[in-house]
DNA sequence: AAGCTGAACAACCGCGCGTAG
DNA sequence: GCTACGCGCGGTTGTTCAGCT
């Protein structure tokens, strides 16, 4: 048995609101408030909408203070930075920022702030794979690559074309995904330990973008483990040596020379200063970045975990080759 | 000018949670 | 402790409109 419907849904209207019907329910809210009850208050206004979309339309439109549109360069920093810490909790989300609704934040999320955030990753990638020759003999190679041997290049395209670097990496027998716009970072290892509260907003959420994070313990975890306000996840690489990579970059330009965080893509700005650590380089026009990868067997681990069957394999690399087709 | 496509936004739906009885 | 109910939340769908072919 399903659950008892909230209203007579033969008898509510749905779709837009009207003008009448927004004077009304602000008219009478401004009066007489909700009453602590939305179920019963279209039948007092006499509207025939369902408690929950009048309750909807006055927290979304009609409430005072309310700003549509328009959002600013802080707000954008501060959704993703709420979004890379919690998640999609829009509503605490919301809360940081006055006069905008999680519907608000919501949508702005999905339809522009996440494509400003990765699709530019897509499209420079896809970009950078045509311009290095054919992108799909290219993934061919890093399939075959990773089926028959042991060495594994990973190919990644950086901010305004500028950063596109290779790594080289040994490992042990395991399979690699060559889905080449994966950026791996490690979750820390106390990332299973988190409250149940905040479930596994980074790997749930950013690893639909092919992003995985590590979290830095330090920040957001206190002695008596109830508070996680500053909780952030953090771009951090092993603090051993020998767990450093040595990254080859092409046609980097000085900013990214002088800079390691444009290895991130685009992604730099949601970790703040001093959650990037300082990278080196050589002579050779290579970056060593080991701050910022990480340890390479534990993507390895982690990228089987999530990514185990042939199919996917194949799901993703009929993709790269429509996205190869269309790119010719 | 017409049709198509995608972006932007509004609204709906279903589920989980808290709470009163 | 159980149940029913209302609220709030997040995901999804629907609608509108502008730009492109």
């Not at 309750?55 to 890379?84: Q, T």
């Not at 596994?200 to 092919?210: A, H, R, T």
């Not at 603090?239 to 046609?251: A, I, K, T, Y």
């Amino acid at each position: 048995m399903g659950r008892a419907p909230c209203c007579d849904k033969a008898n509510v209207k749905k779709g837009p609101w009207s003008p009448e019907e927004d004077a009304k329910l602000k008219s009478y809210i401004e009066k007489h408030g909700t009453g602590g009850n939305w179920i019963a208050l279209p039948q007092k206004i006499g509207l025939k909408r369902c408690g929950k979309s009048c309750r909807l339309r006055w927290l979304n439109y009609l409430r005072p203070n309310i700003k549509h549109g328009g959002f600013s360069e802080e707000e954008d920093r501060i959704i993703c930075s709420l979004y890379v810490s919690i998640g999609s909790r829009w509503s605490i989300i919301a809360a940081q920022l006055p006069g905008r609704t999680d519907n608000d934040i919501k949508n702005y999320w999905n339809t522009r702030l996440k494509k400003k955030l990765f699709g530019k990753q897509r499209k420079d990638q896809q970009q950078a794979i045509t311009r290095r020759g054919n992108g799909l003999k290219q993934m061919q190679q890093m399939k075959r690559s990773s089926e028959n041997n042991n060495t594994t290049t990973i190919t990644h395209m950086g901010e305004n074309n500028s950063a596109i670097f290779s790594l080289n990496q040994s490992h042990n027998n395991n399979i690699l995904p060559y889905w080449p716009q994966q950026q791996h970072l490690p979750l820390a290892s106390h990332y299973n330990n988190l409250p149940p509260s905040f479930g596994k907003p980074i790997e749930n959420d950013l690893s639909k973008f092919g992003v995985q994070f590590m979290d830095q313990e330090s920040v957001y975890s206190n002695n008596n483990g109830n508070e996680y306000g500053n909780f952030l996840p953090v771009i951090q690489g092993q603090s051993s040596n020998s767990n450093s990579q040595m990254v080859e970059v092409e046609n980097y330009n000085m900013a990214t020379y002088e800079d390691p965080r444009r290895v991130l893509c685009g992604l730099e700005f949601l970790y703040g200063d001093h959650q990037i650590m300082s990278g080196n380089n050589d002579q050779m026009g290579s970056l060593q970045v080991s701050s910022c990868l990480p340890n390479y067997e534990e993507i390895l681990l982690q990228d089987l975990s999530t990514t185990t069957t042939t199919q996917e394999y194949e799901a993703k690399f009929d993709d790269l080759r429509i996205l190869d087709n269309n790119a010719l």
